[in-house]
């Protein structure tokens, strides 16, 4: 049996002429799938009983695998969290976030992670395995489902959950297209964002297909020394090699790429900091995203004060680098990534 989610409609017909399903219900299916997010071939009331139990007979649709460990939700009932769980058994996390601006949704890449980040809740229990697009596809679908009852839908995307997706570039592709698709999610590319911790070949070949979507570099440091004490992969591409690719990414694209930073009580959060950061980024056109760190209790590092992150942002923004605190949605469910699958994994 051959699974049809996140199978684009060319994919899509292809797989039926090759079973003798006439082309054209390739688009029928597509719309019962992403319009109406119907996942049963048997209540798919435009095409012929036959037909359904053909496709039945040759197709799976994987939202009828996915199972719902539980679904938190935060207190200002702005933030609601997932904790899904796949034909493997294998869970995934994925977050809703509503704003003022529309509903995002926060997209895991793989399950666990091989980065081995210090601060991160995600690589705890090591890297498992990549998502498929489907995989992908079904946490965004999960919500909007959920958002459909209530005549709103997806607006965002962020892949910025558990893993790292520029080491599944490939099913991340089909993922963001199919997201951007007109017929399927209808996403503009400029609300998809995509965060990686810097593989540099990677974002060459992102580069290389031209999508203008948003691209979000988990930076963290500013000197080599520091960068590698926390995230292993700078040994691998230090910071100068790094920041020339997002550079030429930003030029190429067009597109101004965000850097993420977080904040950690006594590691990275001086002026001195600051001005390297500036430094670093001065002939880039880029803006800083500085996140209050998400405590983590297998981790030793704490959050920088709130008005200590006030002034180093404020001290960017004097030097005339563009800086946003992002805003804690969610700290009383476990939003940061990995935390709510790691519990349920500790209590298995
Ligand atoms: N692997 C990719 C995307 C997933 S991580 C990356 O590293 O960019 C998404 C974001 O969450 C990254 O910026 C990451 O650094 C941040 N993050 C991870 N653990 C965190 C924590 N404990 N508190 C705050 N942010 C965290
Ligand atoms: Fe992986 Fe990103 Fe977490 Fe690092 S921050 S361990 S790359 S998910």
Redesign the pocket.
Known sequence: MIDIFAKNIQQLEVLFTQVGIERFRAKQVFHWLYERKVFDFHQMNNIGKQTQTKLAENFTILMNDIGIIQTLKSKDRNTYKSLLNFADNNTCETVLMCHDYGNSV?V???IG?A?G?S????GLNGFIRNLSSAEMLAQVMHFATKLQDEQKRISHV?????????LNLKEVLQFIKLLHDPNAFNISYRNIT?????IVPAIKTLQAESLPINL???L?ATTDEKRSSI?PINKTYPLTELLSATKEYANVSGRQVTY?Y?LINGFNDTLEDAARLIELLSAHTAVV?L??????KE?S?I?TPIKRAQSFKDYLQKHGTPATI?KEMGADINA????LRNKHIDTE
Not at 158 to 166: A, F, H, Q, T
Not at 194 to 198: A, F
Not at 336 to 339: F, K, L, P, V, Y
């Open positions: 926060c895991s890449s793989q992670c980065m980040c601060f991160c809740a995600s962020v892949i910025m959950g558990s893993g790292e997706p520029l995509l965060s990686t911790s810097g979000a570099i988990s963290h995230m993420e977080i995203n996140i209050p760190f998400n405590d983590v981790h590092h959050q992002r940061a990534c990995g935390q």
